[in-house]
């Protein structure tokens, strides 16, 4: 059987530690499956930048075509911070997507009952949320064109376009009620209805592609009632698909339940089998290099791995049960600290993690 591929860009920030530790844990939880993997590490966003002069290499995008996933690291920092820079490190993010073609992001968001301290919200409140988020990820005001600065009425003035296609909403709505199936049968579709064409559009086609899905619950909702709705009653929902915008700035806002950015894992999907894990955590840049970042949202994307690429339900269902053994011992990064659990740091964080990952033989 030939391995499984694996391309790895650490990023920048925290991205080396928090993706090294990713690693880690995907070599030893492939070890004990019985799965051959093979890492490829390569530079992306701002170390490819200092590198090469371009945020994603050419050689990247092939590499990343040629392999079964790619585990990715936050990119980003002061450093490359200026509106006046040609590029940025985040136009390689939004080129690997592109490249792939992976529209659909997927975002889980599970309060473990150990966090429940550090959620922001009231125990009572945030106790039993669980929930998805489907982002649209290649289209909306990140990709539409023109995107330019220009004279406007003869002054200076910048240019967004936001535009979709009946495609593009489609396919990402099929694949919320598709998600929807294996849970709890209920989709919400979140929009801008009342002010923007593409709310009105994107609302039609959800609600012809809902009448495919009879037995899945659809409603749809403004997406600044939901913004508020998703703090008051973050149990009632299941998958939640929306545009790219919305959906950015939503599950940043409900991965804040779980305590930190830090427990938030995603996978961005495609239609051929193409897939990136990463954290949904940006590069931390006040915290690089000091060994102190979570890892656990980067570890719950491999574990994401394993389950959509690898087709390794067990081996995911392993590494998921190993954070929550690992939380529920009272190992804490700063970030999920509590008075009474046990500060450590990102690599004690991940032996722990490790130390709990019980494989077929062991279970």
Same mark, same amino acid.
């Given at each position: 059987?030939?391995?499984?591929?694996?391309?790895?860009?650490?990023?920048?920030?925290?991205?080396?530690?928090?993706?090294?530790?990713?690693?880690?844990?995907?070599?030893?939880?492939?070890?004990?499956?019985?799965?051959?993997?093979?890492?490829?590490?390569?530079?992306?966003?701002?170390?490819?930048?200092?590198?090469?002069?371009?945020?994603?290499?050419?050689? @990247?995008?092939?590499?990343?075509? $040629?392999?079964?996933?790619?585990?990715?690291?936050?990119?980003?920092?002061?450093?490359?911070?200026?509106?006046?820079?040609?590029?940025?490190?985040?136009?390689?993010?939004?080129?690997?997507?592109?490249?792939?073609?992976?529209?659909?992001?997927?975002?889980?968001?599970?309060?473990? $009952?150990?966090?429940?301290?550090?959620?922001?919200? %009231?125990?009572?409140?945030?106790?039993?949320?669980?929930?998805?988020?489907?982002?649209?990820?290649?289209?909306?005001?990140?990709?539409?064109?023109?995107?330019?600065?220009?004279?406007?009425?003869?002054?200076?003035?910048?240019? $967004?376009?936001?535009?979709?296609?009946?495609?593009?909403?489609?396919?990402?709505?099929?694949?919320?009620?598709?998600?929807?199936?294996?849970?709890?049968? %209920?989709?919400?579709?979140?929009?801008?209805?009342?002010?923007?064409?593409?709310? %009105?559009?994107?609302?039609?086609?959800?609600?012809?592609?809902?009448?495919?899905?009879?037995?899945?619950?659809?409603?749809?909702?403004?997406?600044?009632?939901?913004?508020?709705?998703?703090?008051?009653?973050?149990?009632?929902?299941? @998958?939640?698909?929306?545009?790219?915008?919305?959906?950015?700035?939503?599950?940043?806002?409900?991965?804040?339940?779980?305590?930190?950015?830090?427990?938030?894992?995603?996978?961005?999907?495609?239609?051929?089998?193409?897939?990136?894990?990463?954290?949904?955590?940006?590069?931390?840049?006040?915290?690089?290099?000091?060994?102190?970042?979570?890892?656990?949202?980067?570890?719950?994307?491999?574990?994401?791995?394993?389950?959509?690429?690898?087709?390794?339900?067990?081996?995911? $269902?392993?590494?998921?049960?190993?954070?929550? %053994?690992?939380?529920?011992?009272?190992?804490?990064?700063?970030?999920?600290?509590?008075?009474?659990?046990?500060?450590?740091?990102?690599?004690?964080?991940?032996?722990?993690?490790?130390?709990?990952?019980?494989?077929?033989?062991?279970?």
């Amino acid at each position: 059987m030939n391995p499984w591929r694996v391309v790895v860009t650490p990023g920048d920030g925290i991205g080396p530690d928090v993706i090294a530790s990713g690693a880690e844990v995907l070599d030893h939880a492939a070890r004990s499956f019985g799965l051959r993997v093979v890492q490829t590490e390569r530079p992306l966003g701002g170390a490819s930048i200092d590198r090469f002069g371009v945020p994603c290499t050419d050689e @990247v995008v092939q590499d990343a075509l $040629d392999a079964d996933a790619v585990l990715l690291g936050a990119v980003g920092g002061p450093r490359w911070d200026s509106p006046y820079v040609q590029t940025t490190p985040e136009e390689g993010v939004l080129r690997l997507r592109k490249s792939l073609g992976l529209y659909a992001n997927v975002r889980p968001v599970r309060v473990h $009952d150990a966090l429940l301290g550090c959620s922001p919200l %009231r125990p009572e409140v945030a106790r039993g949320t669980d929930l998805v988020i489907l982002r649209e990820l290649i289209g909306g005001l990140y990709f539409g064109q023109p995107k330019e600065m220009r004279q406007i009425d003869g002054e200076p003035g910048a240019v $967004d376009t936001l535009v979709y296609r009946r495609s593009e909403v489609e396919r990402i709505v099929r694949r919320a009620f598709q998600w929807a199936a294996g849970r709890r049968r %209920r989709v919400l579709s979140v929009d801008k209805f009342n002010v923007l064409v593409t709310g %009105r559009f994107w609302r039609g086609v959800a609600t012809e592609v809902a009448a495919e899905y009879p037995h899945v619950e659809f409603r749809s909702m403004l997406a600044d009632a939901f913004a508020a709705a998703l703090v008051a009653r973050p149990t009632e929902w299941d @998958v939640v698909v929306t545009e790219n915008t919305f959906g950015d700035f939503l599950s940043d806002e409900a991965g804040m339940f779980t305590g930190s950015l830090g427990m938030l894992p995603s996978a961005s999907l495609g239609d051929d089998g193409r897939a990136l894990y990463e954290p949904v955590h940006g590069s931390a840049p006040d915290i690089a290099g000091q060994g102190i970042a979570n890892p656990l949202a980067t570890i719950l994307s491999v574990a994401m791995l394993f389950r959509h690429t690898f087709d390794q339900p067990q081996a995911a $269902d392993a590494i998921e049960a190993a954070v929550e %053994r690992t939380l529920d011992d009272g190992f804490r990064t700063r970030d999920i600290f509590e008075e009474g659990t046990r500060l450590v740091d990102t690599t004690s964080m991940t032996a722990a993690v490790i130390a709990r990952l019980e494989g077929p033989a062991a279970g």
